[in-house]
């Protein structure tokens, strides 16, 4: 009997720890799926189909310094789960992610930078059809006035993501921007970065005109732009989200070029890029608003880690190349999870008192 119990404890025990740590995630994210595109106002470009984008931002995976091994475990596992979810129910075209891929990419070795690589292809692995695009945070190299050449080079050997990349996909036009490099005082990768978004403006405008120009088969459409700042605002308090920021961070005044970019590097990429869409992060939580010039919109995504929110969550977007469609999957609170944990043990130690209890009543009886 004793032996019976055990085995029925010890199996509902896995079924719990199953539910929390597997079929959870499956039930939280079934509830996201791939936004509809209005099509009567649509107008596809060389039969191409729409473009079903999958971003994330801010994963943050620990380093040997901050952060106990058991966190890191934790989190590596909850960002893992979660993303190979979501590749497995809405199988993306393409996934982005935003910037700070590490915690301690600025100053750790190379050896643990080499070992960072290695578990971002392993925690994110896509299929051999879906590629992974990545933009520089400022955990990855630091902050503008701490970058050198090397931690530079270093990012972009390791992750192969250079300071700005042009990607065209579908018909629709990805701009990809290091925000470190958009300071504008003519640091090596300032001075870099403005040549190549000088020579992005020319192929744009290149596309629009009527002009005599090379073309390179493709057709205009005005640019997504990605980076891991948002663009500079004062405060999120016109943000409306269910991952938005909580009270007083809400209303805390951003600090131009650490929590977002500065007006004139904002002001620069709105005049050069003139994008429809910009998508970024660093802030952790999420916001939508209307772009300063009128033209556009910027989705803040969430961070990915429960270790920077209980809010996390990430972006599934459709694209054409003229019209968009976007929503936000929100992930298991990590508090809920904590909470059917809770329940669940205590509902497993009365099942087990109360059989142990049977079990005596049974064999008392059986010898009176």
């Known amino acids: 009997m004793k032996v019976k119990l055990l085995a029925q404890f010890i199996i509902l025990l896995l079924c719990l720890v199953v539910s929390c740590e597997w079929f959870v995630y499956y039930v939280v994210q079934l509830q996201c799926d791939w936004p509809t595109i209005n ?37 590596e596992w909850q960002m893992y789960r979660a993303f190979q979810t979501a590749l497995t129910l809405h199988r993306p075209d393409v996934v982005f992610l935003l910037g700070d891929i590490t915690d301690e990419g600025d100053y750790c070795s190379d050896d643990e930078f080499r070992y960072y690589v290695k578990r971002f292809d392993s925690l994110f692995a896509t299929p051999f059809d879906v590629k992974i695009f990545v933009v520089a945070g400022n955990h990855d190299m630091g902050f503008h ?21 042009f990607v065209t996909l579908g018909g629709n036009h990805f701009v990809l921007i290091n925000s470190m490099a958009l300071e504008r005082d003519g640091c090596f990768l300032c001075k870099s970065a403005e040549l190549q978004l000088a ?27 990605m980076q891991h700042f948002p663009l500079y605002r004062e405060t999120d308090e016109v943000c409306n989200e269910p991952d938005e920021a909580p009270f007083p961070l809400k209303s805390k005044k951003y600090r131009e070029g650490w929590d977002c970019l500065t007006t004139g590097s904002t002001y620069q990429l709105l005049k050069q890029i003139d994008p429809r869409v910009v998508i970024s992060g660093h802030t952790h939580y999420g916001c939508t608003r209307n772009l300063s010039n009128g033209r556009g919109v910027e989705f803040t995504l969430a961070s990915f880690s429960w270790r920077n929110t ?33 329940l669940g043990s205590v509902s497993l130690l009365i099942w087990l008192v109360y059989a142990i209890y049977c079990s005596y009543r049974k064999r008392k009886f059986k010898y009176q």
């Open 310 to 342: 209980n809010t996390p969550s990430y972006g599934l977007f459709v694209f054409e190349a003229n019209n968009y469609a976007f929503s936000k999957c929100l992930m298991p609170r990590e508090t809920t999870v904590i909470m059917c944990y809770i």
């Open 199 to 225: 020579q992005i403006e020319k192929k744009l405008n290149c596309l629009k005109s009527e002009g005599n120009c090379q073309r390179d088969n493709l057709t205009y459409s005005r640019p997504i732009l």
């Open 145 to 165: 006035y701490r970058i050198t050449p090397y931690l530079n080079k270093r990012f972009i050997s390791g992750f192969n993501a250079s300071a700005v990349q």
């Open 39 to 75: 099509s009567t106002l649509s107008v596809q470009h060389n039969n191409e189909k729409a473009l079903r984008t999958m971003v994330f931002a801010d994963t943050h995976l620990l380093g040997s310094r901050r952060g106990h091994w058991f966190d890191k475990l934790r989190r």
